[in-house]
């Protein structure tokens, strides 16, 4: 070994001890579970019996010829964009309102952020509490003007409605926060010289504020997508999937099949279905990405 | 010119005011009801108009709540498993991002190992669940603290952002200690660590949000009110008392809220500006 190799092993050496317990437990339980969760997939078994008996690809077909699958596959869509719009929506107001030159805008942001750092199981208590509707605050307001609460245990489409509307109230603070920090970074002499041509404040939205935040909202828009997707606690605490699997959503399914009736198999498919479908999500995303930073 | 003192207030900017007095009532308001809720008696909260302030505010609920479920030992168990996977968490990442950026060992060895935390960035946490429970009750450590630690106990993500932090700071000083002799170890910790801080409390402030707030990990891998931690003894709480006694529910809720709040009243500068850097750089 020469000379210039002992400095170069040495710190090779450095970084494997520096990185090494941080990258094994990333693989231990980030990358085996992927390999693992298509493995099981493939058997069927009940997480306690000794024996797994392999099915092939038996627990797909069977989990695609399912129309129970392809409603949790459309209230997953439905839950997913009826989230995201709203929130991208509410946070884009509240980044403009909020980017005034308004006293008390910065106790405000706080205000408004808060909810995001909140327990998902906690905050959906207090909604749950909120839409009761024998003695919820949504039910005694209503009272006021005579009208009956919709109930929202019961109704499919107003259980829906329900945790979409608690998930907008945890997450659009995280948008607008992101969407300040944009509006703060566009150059102010575009609005400047977009007033000297005449445009007005719809041209300035429409053409300086928007196309300049693009990079933003799409940050909002995916990270929005992967939250919704992800979310569990709101859905578990609020509805249980429920009424009637109007409400069971890719994930939560995932807990029911594998948690509630200890079918590993199909809780393998779900694993490797979500992950797909999160895969193809990312690779968009870093296509689009990339094409805004090309222009 | 003598010019008007008293700044005139136009009217967008009474509209402007109007605006955010609603989004504060929009945002304030489930939080506000949440709290004096948990100071109402059982037969106000029942009763039909109710009231929004409490007529003759109580505090029993808070020790009803305690006493109902074994409160105080899933407080021990949140803050057991918060501290120890936040304190893993941020070393894990310092190191980890120190060596991607400060070693001298060959590119393809840092880029390997930089490519494998890019990748895990790409895999949500909800979904290898099944997979983990597997391996932790092969282990047996199902319904332990190594069961719920474990699989929180490395961020990809803070990693990665420790890493963009390391790599926007100035190089000549670390160069400078490297020439005074200082060895690997001495310029993480007494060069890069004080450096790196804002972004290390970033990741550490995240660590505990989603530690403390983390349910659906938690809900499978403990199945003892040892073990249990504070949602999912919440969630036990709901359970037991159904719809019976939302004043004691509430006051739960206080318990596993209150934390976060606290926490974010005193850091909230930290958190917001390391929420919008990291979508700045990401």
């Known amino acids: 070994?020469?000379?210039?190799?002992?400095?170069?092993?040495?710190?090779?050496?450095?970084?494997?001890?520096?990185?090494?317990?941080?990258?094994?437990?990333?693989?231990?339980?980030?990358?085996?579970?992927?390999?693992?969760?298509?493995?099981?997939?493939?058997?069927?078994?009940?997480?306690?019996?000794?024996?797994?008996?392999?099915?092939?690809?038996?627990?797909?077909?069977?989990?695609?010829?399912?129309?129970?699958?392809?409603?949790?596959?459309?209230?997953?869509?439905?839950?997913?964009?009826?989230?995201?719009?709203?929130?991208?929506?509410?946070?884009?107001?509240?980044?403009?309102?909020?980017?005034?030159?308004?006293?008390?805008?910065?106790?405000?942001?706080?205000?408004?952020?808060?909810?995001?750092?909140?327990?998902g199981a906690a905050i959906a208590l207090v909604f749950n509490y909120i839409?009761?509707?024998?003695?919820?605050?949504?039910?005694?307001?209503?009272?006021?003007?005579?009208?009956?609460?919709?109930?929202?245990?019961?109704?499919?489409?107003?259980?829906?409605?329900?945790?979409?509307?608690?998930?907008?109230?945890?997450?659009?603070?995280?948008?607008?926060?992101?969407?300040?920090?944009?509006?703060?970074?566009?150059?102010?002499?575009?609005?400047?010289?977009?007033?000297?041509?005449?445009?007005?404040?719809?041209?300035?939205?429409?053409?300086?504020?928007?196309?300049?935040?693009?990079?933003?909202?799409?940050?909002?828009?995916?990270?929005?997508?992967?939250?919704a997707f992800q979310s569990f606690d709101i859905i578990k605490v609020m509805t249980n999937g429920g009424p009637i699997n109007a409400t069971n959503v890719l994930v939560y399914n995932l807990y029911e099949r594998g948690f509630v009736n200890f079918e590993a198999g199909p809780a393998g498919v779900l694993t490797v279905v979500i992950f797909v479908i999160m895969l193809v999500l990312t690779i968009l995303q870093l296509q689009v990405g990339a094409r805004n930073n090309a222009v | 010119m003598p010019s008007n003192t008293r700044p005139r207030i136009s009217l967008p900017q009474i509209l402007a005011y109007i605006a955010m007095a609603i989004v504060i009532i929009l945002v304030g308001l489930p939080l506000i009801w949440m709290l004096f809720a948990s100071f109402k008696q059982t037969d106000e909260i029942y009763r039909m108009p109710g009231t929004f302030f409490p007529e003759q505010p109580t505090l029993m609920n808070y020790p009803a709540a305690w006493n109902a479920v074994p409160f105080g030992r899933y407080f021990a168990n949140s803050v057991i498993t918060t501290v120890v996977a936040t304190a893993s968490k941020m070393i894990l990442a310092l190191f980890c991002a120190y060596a991607l950026v400060y070693t001298k060992a060959p590119k393809w060895l840092k880029d390997g190992a930089f490519l494998l935390i890019v990748a895990a960035l790409m895999v949500p946490g909800q979904v290898v669940i099944v997979p983990n429970y597997v391996t932790m009750s092969m282990l047996h450590w199902a319904d332990?603290?190594?069961?719920?630690?474990?699989?929180?106990?490395?961020?990809?993500?803070?990693?990665?952002?420790?890493?963009?932090?390391?790599?926007?700071?100035?190089?000549?000083?670390?160069?400078?200690?490297?020439?005074?002799?200082?060895?690997?170890?001495?310029?993480?910790?007494?060069?890069?660590?004080?450096?790196?801080?804002?972004?290390?409390?970033?990741?550490?402030?995240?660590?505990?949000?989603?530690?403390?707030?983390?349910?659906?990990?938690?809900?499978?891998?403990?199945?003892?009110?040892?073990?249990?931690?504070?949602?999912?003894?919440?969630?036990?709480?709901?359970?037991?008392e159904g719809l019976q006694n939302w004043g004691i529910i509430m006051a739960g809720t206080v318990f596993v809220v209150a934390p976060i709040v606290l926490l974010f009243v005193r850091s909230q500068k930290f958190i917001i500006e390391g929420i919008a850097a990291g979508a700045v750089r990401g």
């Open chain 1, 1 to 119: 070994m020469n000379r210039r190799q002992i400095p170069l092993l040495r710190e090779s050496l450095t970084l494997v001890g520096f990185v090494i317990l941080n990258i094994t437990l990333i693989c231990a339980f980030t990358f085996y579970p992927l390999i693992q969760g298509i493995q099981l997939s493939l058997y069927q078994w009940d997480f306690i019996s000794p024996f797994k008996i392999f099915v092939g690809a038996r627990n797909y077909v069977r989990m695609f010829g399912d129309r129970t699958f392809w409603q949790i596959m459309r209230n997953t869509f439905v839950f997913t964009f009826s989230t995201v719009s709203l929130t991208v929506l509410c946070a884009f107001g509240l980044a403009l309102l909020l980017s005034l030159p308004l006293r008390g805008r910065e106790w405000t942001r706080g205000v408004v952020f808060l909810p995001t750092l909140l327990s």
């Open chain 1, 131 to 227: 839409l009761d509707d024998r003695y919820g605050m949504l039910t005694q307001f209503l009272h006021i003007f005579n009208i009956k609460s919709p109930s929202f245990y019961t109704d499919p489409f107003w259980a829906m409605a329900g945790i979409v509307v608690t998930m907008v109230w945890k997450q659009a603070g995280y948008g607008a926060v992101i969407l300040i920090a944009g509006l703060q970074g566009i150059d102010h002499t575009l609005y400047e010289a977009a007033a000297i041509d005449g445009a007005g404040r719809r041209a300035r939205l429409w053409y300086i504020t928007i196309p300049s935040l693009a990079p933003m909202l799409l940050f909002v828009v995916v990270t929005g997508i992967l939250g």
């Open chain 2, 144 to 240: 332990s603290y190594q069961g719920i630690i474990l699989p929180n106990a490395a961020t990809a993500f803070g990693t990665f952002l420790l890493r963009q932090y390391c790599l926007g700071l100035p190089y000549e000083v670390v160069e400078a200690a490297e020439i005074d002799g200082a060895s690997h170890w001495q310029r993480l910790w007494l060069v890069i660590m004080p450096m790196a801080q804002p972004a290390l409390v970033t990741v550490g402030l995240f660590a505990v949000v989603s530690e403390w707030n983390d349910f659906l990990w938690p809900l499978i891998i403990t199945n003892t009110n040892e073990m249990r931690t504070l949602p999912i003894g919440l969630y036990r709480l709901y359970q037991t």
